[in-house]
């Protein structure tokens, strides 16, 4: 073949691959939204009971932006069903009986120090500088908000209060979407945080409904899971990262061992130092794995990172179990663990709140579909010519 006729059957070649690859039909790409349709959905999608949804609309919208979380509607409703679920729509939710539960946690943290009552009483009878003692403003709480900074005041002025809580607030939790303060702090030293903080805090700053939002939606939202249901983040969001894909892994490791174990998504005793169930239950798969303790030690430690699932202990426990039960057994399960707070009257699970975030997900997201529908354009119908 001489190089001319080389070159035109190269040159034919391409054309073809040229046009079977026009040829070759493409998934439509959904268009990127603007904020301001973002906002509009998120409008529509709240209930019409909420105060200020424009405002609400904004710090979500941004909180997406700034985080790189994709805005879709299932994402969302996921967002908007867990501030329903958790404060109903406030930055800065009452919680019933508050003073009670405050009082109450000072005179079991004196209780455990060996301070006695009478001191306990004389030192919130000092005057607040206010006007009121300290007394008098924790039977007035409200909110948590209002809670934290008190004990932040009792913590800096009383020497009590420095006895008592040992430079820790032991209020944990706070805002729209009720997340961990010590979770928002450590995000915000590790990744940053787009606005400047409520008086330099970013524990004061989850107490307001752009940083609750921000940190609450990170949380949720903020790493990568291979859930088939949301629900499962539900449950994590209220158990801890990987909390439901770790309580399928603990069925797997009971499956192939025999020892029972309590699906909490913990897969290692809080205290380091010591073996919990889980770890020991996997250790009695050692020798059919081919790990010793240590590594199997350092596998288990990867339980709240994606990679986990990537290990080689993570494949080869449920190649075991999937073995014994002759299928694929499923790589997420709802962790059992009752919720314990003193602000819960009831004996609560996380199947609970997962299950009822999940619900109110569900009438997000049939709202969004019902919306969309309407929004079509109708196809006019013709006239029909007069009969003759």
């Known amino acids: 073949m001489t ?17 079977a690859a026009c040829a070759t039909p493409r998934a439509p790409v959904a268009p990127a939204r603007t904020p301001a349709e973002i906002r509009a959905e998120i409008v529509r999608l709240m209930p019409s009971t909420v105060r200020d949804r424009e405002g609400w609309a904004a710090d979500i919208t941004a909180a997406f932006a700034a985080q790189r979380i994709e805005a879709s509607t299932s994402n969302l409703c996921s967002v908007l069903a867990v501030t329903e679920q958790e404060s109903t729509y406030s930055a800065d939710p009452g919680v019933p009986n508050l003073g009670r539960i405050a009082r109450a946690e000072i005179d079991r943290r004196a209780k455990e120090k ?69 979770f928002a702090e450590t995000h915000a030293r590790e990744h940053g945080y787009p606005y400047e903080p409520v008086d330099g ?21 903020g790493y990568p899971a291979s859930y088939e249901r949301p629900i499962y983040r539900y449950a994590d969001f209220n158990a801890g990262f990987y909390a439901s894909r770790n309580a399928a892994f603990q069925n797997a490791v009971s499956l192939a061992s025999g020892i029972p174990l309590a699906p909490d998504g913990d897969l290692l005793h809080p205290d380091r130092a010591r073996t919990g169930a889980t770890e020991l239950a996997v250790r009695a798969l050692g020798g059919s794995l081919s790990m010793g303790d240590a590594r199997i030690r350092r596998e288990l430690e990867r339980q709240d990172r994606r990679d986990f699932e990537e290990s080689s202990l993570y494949t080869g426990v449920f190649a075991l179990a ?9 790589r997420a399960a709802m962790p059992r663990i009752r919720l314990q707070s003193p602000k819960i009257k009831r004996q609560l699970t996380t199947e609970w709140f997962a299950t009822r975030v999940d619900a109110r997900w569900q009438r997000c997201m049939q709202k969004s579909a019902a919306g969309t529908q309407r929004a079509m354009p109708t196809k006019p119908v013709a006239s029909k010519k007069p009969a003759r």
Do not use: C
Not at 3 to 19: G, N
């Open 3 to 19: 190089a001319t006729a080389l070159f035109r059957t190269v040159f034919l070649l391409a054309v073809v691959a040229l046009l």
């Open 114 to 182: 060996h301070i006695p009552q009478l001191a306990v009483r004389a030192a919130l009878a000092l005057d607040s500088g206010n006007g009121r003692s300290y007394a008098e403003r924790i039977a007035a709480l409200r909110s948590e908000r209002e809670m934290s900074l008190l004990y932040e005041e009792l913590i800096g002025r009383v020497p009590l209060g420095q006895r008592l809580f040992a430079d820790a607030n032991p209020v944990r939790t706070g805002g729209p979407m009720q997340v961990s303060i010590a």
């Open 201 to 221: 805090s970013i524990r004061r700053e989850v107490f307001t409904r752009r940083g609750g939002m921000y940190f609450g939606i990170a949380h949720l939202l």
């Open 322 to 330: 999937d073995k014994i039960e002759g299928r694929r057994l499923p």
